[in-house]
């Protein structure tokens, strides 16, 4: 049986209407007439059946006994080793470091299809995951399905929007930012707000927790950071030669930070020893999952484009399918499913679906080739139909209509989803390309974007710097704030594949399944594409998958 037939016959029952989980779709494919079962299934399955269960194809086949093949190679199942060999799909599996962006990996099967690994990485170690027994293996499933899943969704402003674009919503946005950040800062200096700092008779230490609303250099070459709270503004000067100064480097406009230092003897400026962003606590632990179970991690399917890799989108559907995906329960979607339209100049040439419901009715069929016991999440990104400012409320009703399979929740970009007790934040991506230009290349570039992604952890904010390339929509809360340290941060937008741990969050850009395009082209995008990186909820252990 080649890899693709689960995809087949998951699209031929979604044709008839139906989902179905793996079992049942493993159940029609060691069929050994395969056409036939799957139209015995459909006959006998009821017309307000949502979803086909094993028990269903079982009671329609007439509970006949069949040897199970094996999903990959075809064998029957009486044939087959107690412990599967190797993956044979380009997976490697990786145990990031615990600091600040570097990894170690295990590869399975050490095949050159493996993604390449993002530099920082200490040591690679060959290993093997047999996975256990088949028998194991069955009973462990049985169990789980005992097991309710949970799956809660947070921060999610889709039917909440409030702003106007009037001055006052800008205030309520920023006072709002100021007030949850400096909550995490305040504690940390001997804060006095820039009103009692301009009256104070000078000298003295002091510092303050302020919004970054300019920063320059001197002609001695020191920096000069003026901060601006709820009161005024006040400068700040950090000397060139203070082992501090290169932090100023990583300052984004519109970013919350605590100074400490000196006042001047005329309490006109403060001598800064010590700065500080609202950051991840170096002693945080992340939770993990009570069960063995995963979560994949996508994002950019971009459907609509002459570049939308098709087949590699099958034969990652096809894998879902199989043994070694059996663990996969969740889906997150991180934004661009469709190539959109008018989003760049001449993309219609680009196009190969050039109506922007039309690319959402052929993604919501790609979808369907998805096992149908998958709990599916998605976001909107940049090229999606909402609009472009940030926060993006999650699709209106329009496209929910058309976005019907396997129910996915559609939720608004950012978005905290906590699943097992694991809380990832998903976020499109925009403001990566505002950071990795206003940064130095060793603190955020293109080919390691999990870097850029800890510049945002670091801050707390996915999008600080408000006037720049990214949107920001005005709201009566900032719903950008990283009020909470999310175990996985999961990001797209870039097309490129990169991960590590700050911190002891999970940092990953999933790349896309876009070949690269003429624009990309003219603008030196060169795409990650085909992956799919895969996170251990138990253990937050990644593997990554290649399909193209």
């Known amino acids: 049986m080649s890899l693709e037939e689960p995809a087949r016959i998951a699209r031929e029952l979604a044709s008839h209407g139906y989902a179905a989980d793996r079992e049942a779709i493993t159940l029609l494919a060691g069929a050994e007439d395969v056409a036939g079962a799957l139209a015995l299934a459909v006959e006998a399955t009821p017309d307000d059946t949502l979803k086909l269960t094993a028990e269903d194809v079982r009671e329609a086949l007439g509970n006949r006994p069949r040897a199970r093949r094996d999903p990959i190679s075809g064998s029957d199942s009486s044939a087959r080793p107690a412990d599967p060999p190797a993956s044979a799909d380009g997976s490697r599996e990786q145990d990031p470091s615990v600091s600040g962006g570097t ?110 609303s300019d920063i320059r250099s001197t002609a001695s070459g020191h920096w000069l950071i003026e901060l601006e709270d709820t009161t005024g503004v006040f400068p700040c000067l950090v000397m060139k030669d203070k082992a501090i100064a290169g932090l100023v480097e990583e300052l984004l406009f519109d970013e919350v930070i605590a100074v400490d230092g000196t006042l001047s003897d005329d309490g006109g400026i403060l001598f800064v020893d010590d700065l500080y962003f609202p950051d991840v606590p170096r002693t945080y632990e992340p939770s993990t999952a009570d069960r063995h179970v995963k979560a994949a991690l996508i994002s ?143 603190k955020a570039n293109y080919d390691e974007p999990h870097k850029a992604m800890y510049q945002l952890l670091k801050k707390r904010h996915v999008a600080p710097q408000f006037g720049g390339h990214t949107r920001l929509a005005p709201e009566e809360k900032d719903y950008l704030v990283m009020d909470e340290v999310p175990d996985i941060f999961h990001t797209g937008h870039v097309h490129k594949l990169g991960w590590g741990k700050y911190r002891n969050v999970v940092a990953v850009n999933s790349g896309c399944w876009q070949a690269q395009t003429d624009f990309q082209k003219s603008v030196n995008i060169d795409p990650d594409a085909g992956f799919a990186p895969v996170v251990d909820l138990d253990t937050l252990d990644m593997t990554v998958h290649k399909f193209s």
Do not use: C
Request: zero cysteines.
């Open 300 to 442: 950019d399917v971009h459907v609509g484009s002459q570049e939308f890799m098709a087949d590699a989108w099958n034969r990652f559907t096809s894998w879902l399918h199989t043994e070694e995906a059996e663990r996969i329960e969740y889906l997150l979607i991180a934004g661009d499913m469709v190539e959109g339209v008018g989003v760049y100049p001449d993309q219609d040439e680009e196009l190969d679906i050039v109506d922007i419901f039309d690319q959402y009715r052929q993604f919501s069929e790609y979808l369907k080739e998805v096992p149908g016991d998958l709990e599916i999440v998605m976001i909107p990104g940049n090229h999606d139909a909402v609009r472009l400012a940030e926060p993006q409320p999650g699709f209106d009703d329009e496209l929910r209509s058309i976005m019907t399979a396997h129910d996915a929740r559609i939720v608004s970009n950012p978005a905290m989803v906590t699943i097992e007790g694991v809380s990832v934040l998903m976020y499109h991506g925009v403001s990566l390309d505002e950071v990795i230009a206003e940064l130095p290349e060793e």
């Open 103 to 212: 990894e170690s990996e295990r590869v399975r099967d050490g095949s050159a299809s493996s993604p390449v690994e993002t530099e920082g990485s200490q040591a690679d170690r060959a290993g093997v995951d047999t996975g256990g027994s088949t028998a194991a293996r069955t009973a462990a499933q049985t169990a789980d399905r005992t097991v309710e899943r949970s799956l809660e969704i947070g921060n999610d402003m889709t039917g909440y929007s409030t702003g106007t674009g009037e001055y006052d919503d800008f205030v309520a946005t920023f006072r709002d930012r100021y007030d949850r950040l400096a909550g995490k800062l305040k504690g940390r200096v001997n804060h006095r707000n820039a009103t009692a700092l301009q009256a104070s008779p000078g000298g003295g230490d002091a510092g303050i927790v302020g919004m970054v």
